[in-house]
């Protein structure tokens, strides 16, 4: 048996795979992000720990028996800081945190958001490490003087279970990490002005991270001491492991509170627009080509609430308005952080068009799904799509949005092995750089293809109509800043 342990913004889920990568049982705990003030989130990393113990704990219960390997992914970006005993110094400031949204667009102007990208590949956003660093750099230096390490979810926890203090190529590829050298890139530290804490950046492990349960960690899940665990990468390229995606030019949409396109690469291309991320792999010369929109299911959620719906009424509603939604149109940028991915644009923000009187509710929510498909499209075009689509998350349980994202795309939506699609690829990944041989295509086989249909033409005209009203937002949005 192994375990893949999934430490999600608002959800830690623990889920037990056997030796043919059947889901035996998984585990779900709710956590809590908290907002101290607008537009700021952070996490308490001992409650994290304690929703992974807890998880851990229920599913080894339920399928009585402890697992031979655990993997653990999670949560990408944001800061972590933590002192030399991996025990936190501060709350946790989440990817989703937009303080530093001040400092991102001074570097903007002053080019240095472009010279970092040209060389890595990687975009910053607000709730990435670098600008979060040069906040607490200038308002908290401190803090900074007390920890030992700015990580990332998965690798606090690591520490706390392994006692090793390392990351992986993915969670380091933003933004420091050069790409080629898979080191730390001196100049991206200088231009963001983050040289002198250098040393809080933790040592790149390559293909991953592994150690073992030390006794304290044992007591706490409940499992034996010394079983072997190993981290990352983090959820995006967790899920497109667990999804199958091994060919250049494949490509993967999770369908979750982010609506993250990503393409398997075999080179890096800095040039074009300044946006999304670029992850190192654990396979030298592949890389993801990643773009991250700030929200997907999170802005359906918000449009049900606002309709006075549920969840649960989603597909209903889908089928009570027709394609196009009676001529309402939306812009899908419902983040308060703005855009970061197929552009960034920290003044985005979400619209309707087209609303009248008769307008429903089901023709807002449907503006809305089919906006986001829009959203997928762009980020998978400029990221490079030439493949396959595989699709993960909360989203795929819709038939009929699923079917409107296979309609937008014009290509066939691979549904991945579901539910823990992020799991089952922490497994993988732990079995790799741990040495266990496995059967792939076993592991990641489809639930189900979703073939576009007839719809697929007039999409294809919309979607050109999306992009238009997104250009000339996006001149609006200049005037903004």
Not at 106 to 132: H, L
Not at 163 to 180: C, E, I, K, Q, Y
Not at 200 to 205: E, F, R
């Given at each position: 048996m192994y375990l893949g342990i999934d430490i999600g913004t608002s959800v830690t889920k623990a889920a037990v795979f056997d030796a043919d990568g059947r889901l035996r049982a998984v585990e779900a705990r709710r956590t809590r992000l908290d907002s101290p003030t607008d537009g700021w989130f952070e996490q308490d990393p001992?409650?994290?720990?304690?929703?992974v113990a807890a998880v851990v704990r229920a599913v080894v219960t339920t399928v009585g028996t402890p697992p031979t390997v655990v993997g653990l992914t999670g949560q990408g970006d944001g800061v972590w800081l933590v002192d030399a005993d991996g025990r936190p110094v501060r709350p946790a400031i989440s990817?989703?945190?937009?303080?530093?949204?001040?400092?991102?667009?001074?570097?903007?102007?002053?080019?240095?958001?472009?010279?970092?990208?040209?060389?890595?590949?990687?975009?910053?956003?607000?709730?990435?490490?670098?600008?979060?660093?040069?906040?607490?750099?200038?308002?908290?230096?401190?803090t900074l003087a007390r920890a030992a390490t700015a990580g990332y979810c998965k690798d606090v926890v690591m520490q706390r279970l392994t006692?090793?203090?390392?990351?992986?190529?993915?969670?380091?590829?933003?933004?420091?990490?050069?790409?080629?050298s898979r080191r730390y890139d001196d100049d991206v530290l200088a231009w963001t002005g983050l040289s002198?804490?250098?040393?809080?950046?933790?040592?790149?492990?390559?293909?991953?991270?592994t150690g073992t349960?030390?006794?304290?960690?044992?007591?706490?899940?409940?499992l034996p001491a010394g079983t072997p665990v190993a981290a990352g990468p983090f959820d995006l390229p967790a899920c497109a492991l667990g999804s199958g995606v091994g060919r250049p030019g494949e490509g993967h949409v999770i369908i979750g509170t982010t609506l993250a396109c990503q393409v398997l690469v075999d080179r890096v291309d800095t040039s074009g627009e300044v946006a999304g991320m670029t992850l190192a792999t654990a396979t030298q010369g592949r890389w993801l080509r990643a773009m991250p929109a700030m929200v997907g299911t999170a802005a359906i959620d918000w449009v049900l609430d606002l309709v006075g719906e549920s969840h649960e009424a989603l597909e209903g509603l889908l089928a009570q308005a027709p394609r196009g939604a009676r001529g309402v149109t939306c812009l899908p940028y419902f983040s308060p952080a703005g855009e970061r991915a197929p552009f960034l644009e920290p003044a985005a923000r979400a619209s309707f068009d087209g609303l009248t009187v008769q307008t429903t509710k089901a023709d807002v929510v449907r503006a809305a799904c089919e906006a986001v498909a829009f959203a997928a499209r762009h980020c998978f075009e400029a990221a490079g799509l030439s493949g396959e689509v595989a699709a993960c998350g909360g989203g795929t349980r819709s038939a009929t949005w699923l079917q409107i994202f296979a309609d937008v795309l014009g290509r066939p939506v691979r549904i991945a092995p579901q539910p823990e699609t992020g799991a089952r690829g922490a497994v993988l990944a732990a079995l790799d750089a741990l040495g266990h041989q496995v059967d792939l295509a076993t592991w990641t086989a489809p639930d189900g293809v979703v073939e576009p249909g007839p719809d697929a033409t007039y999409y294809a005209e919309a979607y050109a109509g999306f992009r238009a009203r997104v250009d000339a937002a996006r001149e609006r949005w200049k005037g903004d800043e």
């Open positions: 001992d409650e994290v720990l304690e929703s990817w989703m945190d937009g303080r530093a949204v001040a400092i991102l667009r001074r570097w903007v102007a002053d080019e240095v958001v472009e010279k970092v990208f040209r060389t890595t590949g990687n975009t910053m956003f607000p709730g990435s490490a670098a600008p979060i660093l040069a906040w607490l750099a200038q308002h908290e230096p401190d006692g090793v203090r390392a990351t992986d190529s993915s969670d380091a590829s933003l933004p420091f990490l050069n790409p080629h002198a804490w250098a040393h809080l950046l933790a040592p790149i492990v390559t293909p991953r991270p349960l030390t006794a304290e960690a044992a007591d706490l899940l409940g």
